[in-house]
């Protein structure tokens, strides 16, 4: 493929998610779902689902979208999919939230909402995974793989989803209320680690090394970070649904998923590192930067690990870790990704069509990055904040600092906005003629 | 006449940039050949990425700023990635600009 297709559709789940992501930091701020509370409360449920499945997953279904055709330089396997995906996800999603809430007392009885909500999530992840699966598995080379492993955890997370779900509703017999019992890490693992963590490794590698012109990491070396992802969540699924089906302890078989993942982030610690060494572009624009930072919670929340299994407090501490994970790490690295997305494919709408016609633009000069910055660091500074009130053990001060991330996060949908709708392109190169203004939410072209 | 014809379809293409990089597909060293038949041009060109949507929009600017120039009756443009691009084809004089380190 020479060239690929804008994705029509990509700004849409972008919005969704944002609008997901600004929920979750609402519950956070008013202390509903409070992450150190119980893992299955039904609060914390909603919270964790509106987070993983609303926010990152949204995002990163729209994300690759665009990026699967770049990665294997082929056309997506079909762009009719990807609507009707994101309506099912979202309506799978209330769904299912509805049924947390009635399992919480804070919506009337309804136990048929929890298997309608993961009948739709299954439907919405199955068009997801079959369009960009299909789309992968024709070139599955670099990072595609990273891609393909990550639809495959994806492919775990919602079976136990689903499973949950239909045992919660009590429909799923003495098998299912096992799995139900004791499969909430592997499902958490399968998720974070294999689906988020992996794929957002893969597409990093291309998008960093493509923005900063440095030469792609050799293929036998990230295989090698790819194998220990891999083996990581294969051992937590595999082993991890072995020990259920057999009444075994799980602590052996996430102990091993522990180390094979802790090797990954070193590996992909050195990998990243390469890149930036061997990176032909010096400055570093904010994405960049900012992308350092999701890199440095990564690096931490390894630390952090290790140091609270050290001192044998991971599971007072559980919380404090998976939002240390979810929020400066993934939602850290999406928030600069996205940033830099918007500007690059609001650039491809807008002036793509002129160009050899008229004068044009660069990307950059889409974004102000000195405004920005701010608000991006009001985020990761919050996030850490939270981290640290967390482990404190302080309620009231985690709700000020999930305040602080709103501020941060509503700074840059602000910013998001202008790139969208050119307001910080100077007015003589805005919209030459020929031109045509992009709308906020999907792609004209 | 022929290579001034040439001559005056590369310097049309200057209006060309690459998105990301912000430098036209001249200095940035995309345009691996120009011929011209009469009025008749043939450009071959690449990009930074195969499969990346700028390519598209490349060639299709390529075109229109090529068939823009006065004695062109046709212009023919073709994307190819043999030989890949590398940052050894970007004009010496802009490199600093896209702060390229000096070891580099």
Redesign the interface.
Same mark, same amino acid.
């Given at each position: #493929?020479?060239?690929?297709? #804008?994705s029509r559709w990509t700004m849409t789940y972008f919005a969704a998610a944002l609008t997901w992501l600004l929920a979750a930091l609402a519950l956070m701020a008013a202390g509903i779902g409070h992450p150190a509370t119980d893992l299955a409360a039904p609060d914390t449920l909603v919270l964790v689902h509106v987070i993983c499945i609303g926010w990152l997953s949204t995002a990163m279904c729209g994300a690759l979208f $665009?990026f699967v055709? &770049? !990665? &294997? *330089? /082929?056309p997506l396997f079909s762009e009719r999919l990807t609507l009707p995906a994101l309506g099912l996800l979202t309506a799978g999603l209330i769904a299912l939230l509805a049924g947390f809430m009635a399992l919480g007392g804070r919506l009337p009885s309804g136990p048929w909402l929890l298997p309608l909500g993961a009948v739709l999530l299954v439907a919405g992840f199955g068009l997801v995974i079959l369009d960009l699966g299909l789309t992968a598995w024709l070139r599955p080379t670099g990072p595609a793989r990273f891609v393909l492993v990550g639809l495959a955890s994806l492919c775990a997370t919602v079976t136990f989803g689903a499973v949950f779900a239909f045992a919660l509703a009590g429909w799923a017999g003495p098998v299912g209320d096992a799995v139900l019992a004791r499969g909430i890490p592997l499902h958490a693992i399968a998720g974070l680690g294999g689906w988020l963590t992996l794929t957002a490794m893969g597409v990093s590698y291309r998008l960093l090394s493509? @923005?900063m !012109?440095a030469p792609d990491v050799e293929d036998r070396q990230s295989r090698l970070t790819l194998a220990a992802g891999g083996l990581a969540v294969a051992a937590t699924v595999g082993g991890g649904a072995f020990a259920v089906g057999v009444a075994m302890r799980l602590n052996a078989v996430l102990s091993v998923a522990a180390l094979l993942g802790l090797t990954c982030a070193a590996l992909y610690g050195r990998d990243l590192a390469g890149i930036f060494r061997n990176r032909?572009? /010096?400055?570093l624009e904010l994405n960049m930067r900012m992308a350092i930072l999701s890199f440095a919670s990564l690096a931490g929340t390894a630390v952090l690990g290790i140091a609270l299994v050290s001192i044998g407090t991971l599971p007072l501490h559980l919380g404090a870790f998976a939002f240390l994970t979810v929020f400066g790490w993934l939602s850290g690295l999406v928030l600069a990704k996205l940033y830099k997305i918007v500007a @690059? !494919?609001t650039? !491809?709408e807008t002036?793509?069509?002129v160009?050899?016609? *008229? *004068?044009?633009p660069? &990307? $950059?000069?889409l974004a102000a990055e000195q405004r920005a910055t701010k608000w991006f660091a009001i985020y990761y500074l919050a996030v850490w904040a939270g981290t640290l009130a967390l482990l404190a053990g302080e309620p009231s001060a985690f709700r000020i600092a999930a305040a602080a991330m709103t501020v941060g996060v509503f700074g840059i949908i602000h910013e998001i906005i202008r790139i969208r709708r050119l307001e910080d392109v100077a007015s003589p190169l805005r919209l030459p003629a020929g031109a045509v203004a992009p709308h906020l939410l999907f792609a004209k072209t | 006449m022929t290579d001034q014809l040439v001559e005056r379809v590369r310097e049309a293409l200057r209006v060309v940039i690459d998105p990301e990089l912000g430098e036209n597909i001249v200095d940035l060293g995309f345009i691996y050949d120009i011929a011209a038949a009469g009025g008749a041009v043939r450009i071959k060109m690449t990009a930074t990425t195969p499969g990346c949507p700028a390519t598209s929009f490349l060639r299709e600017g390529a075109q229109a700023a090529a068939s823009a120039v006065p004695g062109v009756v046709s212009a023919d443009v073709a994307m190819t990635f043999e030989p890949a691009w590398t940052h050894d084809l970007i004009a010496p004089s802009i490199r600093a600009s896209l702060g390229f380190a000096a070891v580099n």
């Open positions: #493929m020479i060239g690929g297709n #804008m $665009q055709p &770049v !990665l &294997v *330089a /082929r493509m @923005f !012109l032909k572009r /010096r400055e @690059f !494919l650039w !491809l002036y793509g069509p160009m050899g016609r *008229a *004068a044009t660069r &990307v $950059q000069d | -």
